[in-house]
């Protein structure tokens, strides 16, 4: 199937610091993808919909201020969490889908903000 | 919205089977079923669209109720492999399925 790579796959930070997040389709061109956040114990909430070229949109109470979101590329979307808190801790994980096909995720980013 | 999933906890003995339902309050494009192990990423199991269809794959199979807007994951002679979180998600009309997860069932099969 489908390759959807996310990178860093574990990262730690600093209150107050920003952290980017990077997505990216290894063998197909993804004109959309999703960025979801997953809290412990708990479902994947879609936090915003990447789209090549241009502004992503966001869900209803996700501050697209905090999450910078950036489509560059066919192959590459980038998540930057700006001042972090403690509360931005999370698994962050992405997907793609190539077209006509289901969506894969990339591995997931375990941030945790100290 | 987000789908509601039942059961929310599920203990099998190796080689019993289980039944994890879906539904939603609003009519379904398609629904998708991934299940997720501690720490990973969500893996692709299946998807089903509207039409109503029953789907295999290998000894998970899945059905699709339209007209009562609920879907239904069936595991039989479940492994120990098959434990995790499972995440029935609602997919929208679109060209690019953008998925609402319910919250999942913890399925944990034991020797």
């Known amino acids: 199937g489908a390759v959807v790579s996310q990178h860093p796959s574990r990262v730690i930070c600093k209150s107050g610091t920003s952290v980017k997040i990077e997505c990216r389709s290894l063998?197909?061109?993804?004109?959309?993808m999703f960025w979801y956040r997953q809290f412990p114990k708990q479902s994947l909430m879609l936090m915003a919909t990447s789209n090549e070229g241009s502004k992503a949109t966001y869900e209803q109470g996700v501050e697209k201020d905090k999450f910078l979101i950036n489509h560059a590329s066919l192959t590459l979307s980038t998540l930057t969490v700006t001042s972090a808190h403690p509360e931005d801790s999370s698994f962050y994980i992405c997907?793609?889908?190539?077209?006509?096909?289901?969506?894969?995720f990339g591995q997931g980013t375990r941030l945790t903000v100290v | 919205q987000q789908p509601v999933q039942s059961p929310q906890a599920v203990i099998l003995r190796e080689g019993e089977d289980a039944v994890i339902n879906c539904s939603s309050s609003?009519?379904?494009?398609?629904v998708h079923w991934y299940r997720q192990k501690h720490g990973e990423a969500p893996v692709f199991l299946m998807i089903?669209?509207?039409?109503?269809e029953q789907k295999g794959h290998e000894k998970i199979s899945a059905s699709f109720n339209e007209k009562k807007q609920q879907s239904s994951l069936y595991l039989t002679a479940s492994q120990l492999s098959y434990s995790g979180t499972y995440f029935c998600g609602t997919g929208n009309s679109g060209g690019y399925q953008k998925v609402t997860f319910g919250i999942g069932t913890k399925l944990q099969v034991i020797p």
């Open positions: 063998d197909f061109q993804a004109t959309t």
């Open positions: 609003k009519a379904l494009y398609s």
């Open positions: 997907s793609a889908q190539p077209q006509g096909e289901e969506a894969f």
């Open positions: 089903l669209l509207k039409g109503g």
